[in-house]
C-alpha cells in the first residue's frame, strides 16, 4: 500500500517595504492574519500563518521591509530578515515595479548566497504601464538568483495561485511542524494589538504611527463577547495629546475603527478600552523594546 507523502516548510516572504508582502501573505494563509496599511514598515514583527491540507502543510513567515538600520527598532526589525534567510525552505522575494536594490545590498548578496530557492514575486501589476513589468523583471533578475519570475497583483488576487503551486513544488516531504488546527503562533492579544495598531497608522500623520506602540492589558474571553483593555504608548507628551484629539474625538474614532475590525477578526462582540500613555523615547531603549516584545 502506498502510503501519501507528506510535505511540509517554510516559507519565508521578504522585500522592500510596502511592495505588498503582507497583502500576498494573508491571501496564502486565507485569513487577515498580518497587519496591512499604505504605510510603510507596518509590519514590526515577524508572524507565521499556516497553510494546511491533508498532504501539506506550509508555514509562512511575513517579515518586516528590510531596510538599512536607523535607530534601535530597526536594527531589532532587521535580524528578522538574517533568521528568515537562516530557516527558510524558499524564499518569497516580492518586489513591485517601483522597488530597486538601493540600501539592500547586503541582503540580495545574502539571498544568493543562501543556496535557498527563491521564487522571484513582482507585485502590484495592475499598476503596470505597457513594458514595465519586462523592466522590472529584467533589472531583479540581474540581481537575484531565482528559480522563476510570477508576476501577480495581491491586491486583485490574480496569479497569486500560481505561487501555491510552485511552493507545493519544492516543498520538502516531511511531516507537519505545527498542529494543524492551529493558524498561527502568535497568541489572539497580540492580533489584538496589531489591529489597534493598523488602525493608528491609518489615522495618524507623520512620526505618530512610528512613535506608537500598543500594549494589551487585559484580554478576556467570555461567552458572547471579548473586553480588552489597550494602553497606546507613544513617546512624548505632545503626542499623546495628538492621539486624544480635541476633546478625545481623535482617539474615539480608532477606537470605533479598531473595536469594527476586531469584531471581525474574532466573530464575536467586543468591549474596548483604550488608554494612552509616554513611555519617554522608547523606541531607542533596547529594554523598553524587551518589553515590548521586540526581543531578536
Ligand atoms: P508590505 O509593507 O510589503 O507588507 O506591504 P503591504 O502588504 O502592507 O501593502 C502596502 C500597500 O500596497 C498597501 O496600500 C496595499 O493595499 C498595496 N498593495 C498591495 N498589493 C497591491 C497590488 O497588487 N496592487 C496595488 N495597486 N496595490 C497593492
Ligand atoms: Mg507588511
Given at each position: 500500500?502506498?502510503?501519501?507523502?507528506?510535505?511540509?516548510?517554510?516559507?519565508?516572504?521578504?522585500?522592500?517595504?510596502?511592495?505588498?508582502?503582507?497583502?500576498?501573505?494573508?491571501?496564502?494563509?486565507?485569513?487577515?492574519?498580518?497587519?496591512?496599511?499604505?504605510?510603510?514598515?507596518?509590519?514590526?514583527?515577524?508572524?507565521?500563518?499556516?497553510?494546511?491540507?491533508?498532504?501539506?502543510?506550509?508555514?509562512?513567515?511575513?517579515?518586516?521591509?528590510?531596510?538599512?538600520?536607523?535607530?534601535?527598532?530597526?536594527?531589532?526589525?532587521?535580524?528578522?530578515?538574517?533568521?528568515?534567510?537562516?530557516?527558510?525552505?524558499?524564499?518569497?522575494?516580492?518586489?513591485?515595479?517601483?522597488?530597486?536594490?538601493?540600501?539592500?545590498?547586503?541582503?540580495?548578496?545574502?539571498?544568493?548566497?543562501?543556496?535557498?530557492?527563491?521564487?522571484?514575486?513582482?507585485?502590484?501589476?495592475?499598476?503596470?504601464?505597457?513594458?514595465?513589468?519586462?523592466?522590472?523583471?529584467?533589472?531583479?533578475?540581474?540581481?537575484?538568483?531565482?528559480?522563476?519570475?510570477?508576476?501577480?497583483?495581491?491586491?486583485?488576487?490574480?496569479?497569486?495561485?500560481?505561487?501555491?503551486?510552485?511552493?507545493?513544488?519544492?516543498?520538502?516531504?516531511?511531516?507537519?511542524?505545527?498542529?494543524?488546527?492551529?493558524?498561527?503562533?502568535?497568541?489572539?492579544?497580540?492580533?489584538?494589538?496589531?489591529?489597534?495598531?493598523?488602525?493608528?497608522?491609518?489615522?495618524?500623520?507623520?512620526?505618530?504611527?512610528?512613535?506608537?506602540?500598543?500594549?494589551?492589558?487585559?484580554?478576556?474571553v467570555k461567552k458572547n463577547i471579548?473586553?480588552?483593555?489597550?494602553?497606546?504608548?507613544?513617546?512624548?507628551?505632545?503626542?499623546?495629546?495628538?492621539?486624544?484629539?480635541?476633546?478625545?474625538?481623535?482617539?474615539?474614532?480608532?477606537?470605533?475603527?479598531?473595536?469594527?475590525?476586531?469584531?471581525?477578526?474574532?466573530?464575536k462582540k467586543?468591549?474596548?478600552?483604550?488608554?494612552?500613555?509616554?513611555?519617554?523615547?522608547?523606541?531607542?531603549?533596547?529594554?523598553?523594546?524587551?518589553?515590548?516584545?521586540?526581543?531578536?
Amino acid at each position: 500500500m502506498d502510503i501519501p507523502k507528506h510535505q511540509a516548510g517554510f516559507v519565508n516572504i521578504i522585500g522592500k517595504p510596502n511592495v505588498g508582502k503582507s497583502t500576498l501573505m494573508n491571501i496564502l494563509v486565507g485569513e487577515r492574519l498580518s497587519i496591512i496599511t499604505s504605510k510603510s514598515q507596518t509590519t514590526r514583527h515577524r508572524i507565521i500563518g499556516l497553510t494546511n491540507s491533508d498532504n501539506y502543510q506550509i508555514v509562512f513567515s511575513d517579515t518586516p521591509g528590510m531596510l538599512k538600520p536607523q535607530y534601535e527598532l530597526q536594527k531589532n526589525m532587521m535580524s528578522f530578515v538574517n533568521i528568515s534567510l537562516e530557516d527558510a525552505d524558499i524564499i518569497l522575494f516580492v518586489t513591485d515595479l517601483y522597488e530597486t536594490d538601493a540600501d539592500i545590498e547586503h541582503v540580495i548578496e545574502k539571498i544568493n548566497e543562501s543556496g535557498v530557492p527563491v521564487l522571484l514575486v513582482v507585485n502590484k501589476i495592475d499598476l503596470a504601464k505597457p513594458g514595465q513589468l519586462e523592466e522590472v523583471t529584467a533589472y531583479w533578475t540581474s540581481r537575484i538568483k531565482s528559480e522563476l519570475v510570477i508576476p501577480i497583483s495581491a491586491g486583485e488576487k490574480f496569479n497569486t495561485d500560481k505561487i501555491m503551486q510552485e511552493i507545493l513544488d519544492r516543498l520538502p516531504e516531511h511531516p507537519a511542524f505545527y498542529d494543524k488546527a492551529e493558524l498561527s503562533d502568535r497568541s489572539e492579544r497580540f492580533f489584538a494589538s496589531e489591529i489597534i495598531r493598523e488602525k493608528i497608522f491609518e489615522n495618524y500623520k507623520k512620526e505618530i504611527p512610528y512613535s506608537s506602540e500598543v500594549s494589551i492589558e487585559d484580554f478576556k474571553v467570555k461567552k458572547n463577547i471579548i473586553s480588552v483593555r489597550a494602553i497606546i504608548y507613544v513617546e512624548r507628551d505632545s503626542q499623546k495629546g495628538i492621539i486624544i484629539g480635541d476633546k478625545g474625538a481623535a482617539l474615539k474614532k480608532v477606537g470605533i475603527q479598531a473595536r469594527e475590525e476586531l469584531e471581525k477578526f474574532f466573530g464575536k462582540k467586543v468591549f474596548l478600552e483604550t488608554f494612552v500613555k509616554v513611555e519617554q523615547d522608547w523606541r531607542k531603549n533596547k529594554l523598553k523594546l524587551k518589553k515590548f516584545g521586540y526581543d531578536p
